[in-house]
């Protein structure tokens, strides 16, 4: 029997039977366990096999599209180096015709370097400056130090080998002579 106590002391009490009823949880079988958990791993194994389908093909397409950007900048600098080249084969033509002296050989050789430089330098190439200065072991390379009086220990006396730098970082040191101790008297 199912008995409440009234809230209000002058009620009387529910005599009323009730079923009480009882929840009633059904146990899997190991089988349907068994099948559910199958289930559900392969489902999970196919989504790990879509996501590393997915991850490979955002790979693949970041190099191709870098390789398409690196194609694009060789491009626009072949497209500035040929006048330069151009040059190079005209006066070339010119001197082994005949029609051209050395000194016309030698000016043709100097615009081309010109036309050479600036197509760099729009890239974003610059010279590394060395000659004269202090001895910089992360733009310069010290290929030999010689003994002088002209200038202070540690500073460039000559450049054998012009160095070069896009921005900040260097794409060939400098080769250079470096100034070492006083010779003794």
Same mark, same amino acid.
């Given at each position: 029997?199912?008995? =409440? ?6 009620q009387k009490p529910d005599t @009323? ?5 009882? $929840? ?5 079988? !190991? ?31 970041? $190099? ?22 151009? *040059? ?11 029609? +051209? ?10 615009? @081309? ?9 729009r890239h974003g190439l610059q ?12 733009? !310069?390379? +010290?290929?030999?130090?010689?003994? =002088? ?6 500073? #460039? ?12 970082? #260097? ?13 003794? *008297?």
């Amino acid at each position: 029997m199912n008995q =409440t106590q009234p809230d209000d002391p002058g009620q009387k009490p529910d005599t @009323t039977t009730e079923p009480t009823k009882e $929840r009633t949880v059904e146990i899997p079988s !190991h089988e349907q366990e068994l099948a559910r958990l199958r289930e559900e791993r392969d489902q999970l194994e196919q989504q790990l096999q879509r996501q590393l389908a997915d991850a490979a093909n955002v790979r693949r397409r970041q $190099r191709q599209e870098m390789d398409d950007q690196k194609k694009r900048v060789i491009e626009g600098l072949t497209q500035e180096l040929l006048p330069a080249l151009d *040059s190079f084969a005209m006066a070339l033509a010119a001197f082994d015709g005949g029609t +051209a002296d050395a000194k016309s050989l030698v000016d043709g050789v100097r615009m @081309t370097k010109v036309l050479l430089c600036g197509a760099l330098e729009r890239h974003g190439l610059q010279e590394i400056k060395a000659d004269g200065q202090v001895f910089d072991p992360l733009r !310069h390379e +010290a290929v030999a130090v010689e003994p =002088t009086t002209q200038v202070p220990e540690g500073q #460039v006396v000559r450049v054998l080998q012009t160095g070069y730098q896009i921005a900040d970082r #260097v794409v060939r040191h400098a080769r250079v002579v470096v100034a070492g101790p006083q010779p003794k *008297s």
